[in-house]
């Protein structure tokens, strides 16, 4: 089955102590992202990552690092989490497509993360 | 910077009603408009989308609009059902490679039985 997975799925911890987030896909999609989804905001981009090795910064990417060593997998790392990255966060991956045909995003599941 | 606007943040329909949510878009030169459906605890998922070489695009019950010239996109559900009740999402992006989706605020739709 084609899917985007996510883990964990729900996870609270203390200020500062680091956390990786993963995302691992099974359809050989070339773009990956992620976001984090806050109550009236909608969803904001905190990175992307177009290619294996290839990643870059989307609107809200203070606090957070990622890498994209292998193209299925595309962890988010939070080295010193804060009370204000408490959240919803989603990963998403969808394939490059060419500049018209723009392709649909596939979501995980998402993690809820508390951060106390 | 780009952005896109939703309306109503909120929207109650009785049973059986047509329900519409608008977003309009400040990139002129989005190409894309995708829409999502994220029910309760669960991950946003695509209803339907349209690029921007069309006016119009039906799939049974739902339908979106799109005004290039005005910049506005629409969503339209006809006969509501209580499982239609969701958080829906529009977005807008301008394609190619990075093909970064901008999304709206999301409208809380809830279908009266």
């Known amino acids: 089955e084609a899917q985007v997975t996510q883990n964990p799925r729900y996870l609270i911890t203390v200020t500062g102590k680091k956390l990786t987030v993963t995302c691992s896909q099974n359809m050989n999609h070339e773009y990956m992202s992620w976001y984090r989804q806050d109550p009236g905001l909608g969803l904001r981009q905190i990175y992307y990552?177009?290619?294996?090795?290839?990643?870059d910064k989307g609107d809200v990417p203070e606090g957070y690092k990622v890498s994209r060593k292998e193209k299925r997998n595309f962890p988010l790392i939070l080295e010193s989490p804060s009370p204000n990255q408490t959240s919803l966060y989603f990963c998403a991956s969808r394939p490059q497509g060419d500049t018209w045909s723009n392709q649909p995003q596939h979501f995980g599941d998402g993690t809820r993360l508390s951060i106390l | 910077g780009e952005n896109v606007e939703q309306h109503p943040s909120t929207l109650s329909v009785q049973e059986g009603d047509s329900a519409v949510i608008k977003c309009t878009y400040s990139d002129s030169a989005s190409n894309y408009f995708p829409w999502y459906k994220q029910e309760l605890g669960k991950r946003p998922q695509l209803i339907i989308d349209?690029?921007?070489?069309?006016g119009e695009k039906k799939d049974q019950r739902i339908a979106v609009t799109l005004n290039k010239t005005a910049k506005h996109f629409s969503l339209h559900i006809t006969e509501t059902q209580p499982e239609d009740s969701a958080v829906y999402f529009c977005a807008a992006s301008r394609g190619g490679a990075t093909n970064k989706l901008i999304f709206g605020t999301g409208t809380l739709l809830a279908v009266q039985p």
């Open positions: 990552s177009m290619n294996v090795e290839v990643t």
């Open positions: 349209i690029r921007s070489n069309v």
